[in-house]
């Protein structure tokens, strides 16, 4: 990469001294003013070559691969994936007493959550507010949806409470 923007900024060198030299040998007037006019578009058309070829490649390329590198697909579905749980997280987050909140995706459809607390809250309550937070960011029926909660309480060192739904 360093060797092309070095071959570019050559030839962008190489460009100017000739068009000056060229302004140089000719003789006041109009072709000179010409001259300059043409040395001015060359240097521009050398500018803009490199991005003029990266849009040509990037037109030759499906949209897919651009967007998302090489491979299967199985990078930007974890991806997806890992941003939903994110949004689900931040949804837990904001339930009254909860202090922290992390879910994992242990199947489809499955996941496991480890919710942290300020005070005693309802663990059916909870699993049915994790449901809905992840039904909202997954698009999956909140029916659907398996949720095994891990609660740790204001005074406790180990988890206090476990719950299914």
């Not at 607390?117 to 449901?131: D, E, H, K, N």
């Amino acid at each position: 990469m360093m060797a092309l923007i070095g071959h570019w900024v050559k030839s962008l060198i190489v460009i100017v001294l000739l068009g000056n030299l060229a302004q140089f040998i000719l003789p006041k007037g109009d072709l000179k003013k010409y001259a300059g006019l043409i040395v001015g578009l060359v240097l521009l058309l050398a500018m803009v070559s490199p991005v003029w070829s990266l849009i040509h490649r990037l037109e030759n390329i499906p949209a897919s691969t651009a967007l998302l590198g090489e491979g299967n697909g199985n990078t930007f579905q974890a991806v997806v994936e890992q941003e939903q749980v994110g949004q689900a997280e931040a949804m837990v987050l904001s339930y009254p007493q909860v202090v922290s909140c992390h879910i994992t995706l242990a199947n489809p459809h499955h996941y496991d959550a480890y919710v942290k607390t300020g005070a005693p809250i309802s663990t059916q309550t909870l699993v049915r507010y994790i449901q809905a937070a992840l039904a909202v960011s997954t698009g999956q029926n909140k029916d659907q949806i398996t949720v095994h909660l891990v609660v740790q309480g204001p005074s406790n060192t180990k988890p206090a409470t476990q719950a299914k739904s």
